[in-house]
């Protein structure tokens, strides 16, 4: 039956071969068309789902610069409420020093007021001079004079006094008018930072709904951002290490060679204890030894040997990394991101963001130990302060080389513009050795 089946099948061949080869062709071009069609399909949504991440990406980005905002706006209405608490004290002050002032110039004017009466109704009576002249001694009349010289330049004193509480009166008036002026501008400065912010918590809240919806990306996105910061992390880690050793084997090497110079030295005593010296002997042993000695000078590190107490003397009072107007945007430490999700990030430095075109400058004077380039941070600066370690990522060019000596202020590259976005953002770090500390302690204005 079986080999019946197979002549019919091959005689069929035989006779339709072009049918039996049209239907062959169609097939495979059948196959490879919808191959294609697949593999559009499949670029068309690995495309889409880039996109995706990329707009997630930038939605993160941008919701940590108005995050940035609204820390600078609650900042500047604690700034300006403390302002305008002080101005109202002020204000207060002076009110009520004003009242003081005005009572004593009632009363001056009151007592003032009664001296003058009282003069009036003695020189109705008689005059000054028939007041002198209808004394009934010589000593009188002197006595009678000596009150109306007094009485006069009493009652000019108490006019200039008067002049003067009401020349410090009209001061204070006019301080108070400034400062109801200051006040007023505060307080509208003040309402304009509390509609800054609250339009800036509108747009975040916004920003966090959206991202909420594209949880999926924005985890990837997030844990893409954390294993870039532990890969830095290590390489930083490694990096400092490797130098460790380098100058661990530096400095064995060194006294390695200080002690071959001392045995060598000896030996040389050694074997001229045993013979007369001549004087022209000692003078070149003498040269010799200076020769000596100054070799050990100069074989010190360039870099000053207590730099990193100098650098931790700066605590708090180092320059900002960047040449331009700047912000925090990613704090040191773990930033939580609870409220869209539950990815953490450790932050071992802080994120500033500046303006395009800024370029990232030296915090302390140092040597540029190394360059590196990162995936997510493009070059990476170490600058070396003794025991001490600055980091700066993010640059999209360098203006130094390693082994570099670098000055405080220097500028050491241009920071990197996000093109999708259009954020110019800088990654630093503050280490001693290897422990991270917060650049916030550290940096002057932070």
Known sequence: MRHLLFLVISLILCLYPSEADGLSRRTQQGVRKERNKVAKQAAGTRKKIENNVAET?????????????????????????????????????????????????????KSFGESLVALRKQRQQSSATSFIFSSSSFSQAKARMRYLKELQASNLEKTQEINREKDDLEQKHVRLDSLEKKLDGTLIALR??????????????AVVKSLKRQSSNLNKVLSEQQSQLRRLDRELDRIIEEEARQAALEAKRKAEEEARRKREAEARKAAESGSQKTEENKKETSTENKKTNTHKDTSASKEPANIHKDFAKSKGSLRLPVDGASRVVSNFGLNNHSEYSKVKIQNNGIDIETTAGAKAVAVYPGTVSMVIVMEGFGNVVLLRHGEYLTVYAGLKSLDVRKGETVQAG?????????????????????????????????LKGL
């Open 192 to 205: 304009d930072a509390r509609t800054e912010a609250s339009r800036s918590r509108e747009s975040a809240n």
């Open 410 to 442: 220097q500028k050491l590259g241009l920071i990197g513009t996000d093109e999708s976005d259009g954020l110019t953002r800088l990654h630093f770090e503050i280490r001693h050795e290897k422990e991270k500390l917060d650049p916030a302690d550290w």
């Open 57 to 109: 990406r930038k939605e993160l980005r941008r919701l940590q610069s108005i995050e940035a905002d609204i820390n600078s706006h609650d900042k500047q209405i604690a700034a300006l409420s403390n302002k305008a608490d002080s101005i109202k004290r002020q204000k207060f002050i002076l009110q009520d020093s004003i009242r003081k002032k005005e009572d004593k110039i009632g009363k001056l004017k």
